[in-house]
């Protein structure tokens, strides 16, 4: 015998925003968006000490592993040079 419970989900409607923003955009998507782009600038500035902060790593998003190590190889050889 399967039992299967029905829930209801609502969004509380009681309230107002005190923010004018669209479709509360602070509470749904900024979030997110600002953690990716921390963890992106994070290893972009780890690799970046490679060189000791000289030269900027060439990172574009998605960072792969193999971009990653591809940019610290890239810019190893540029500090032999």
Known sequence: MIFQKKFNVEIFKEGI?????VNKAKTTGEPPLMLAMSVFYAIKDAVASVGNYHLAPELNAPATPEKILMSINKIKNQIKS
Do not use: F, L, Q
């Open 17 to 21: 925003n005190k923010e004018k923003v």
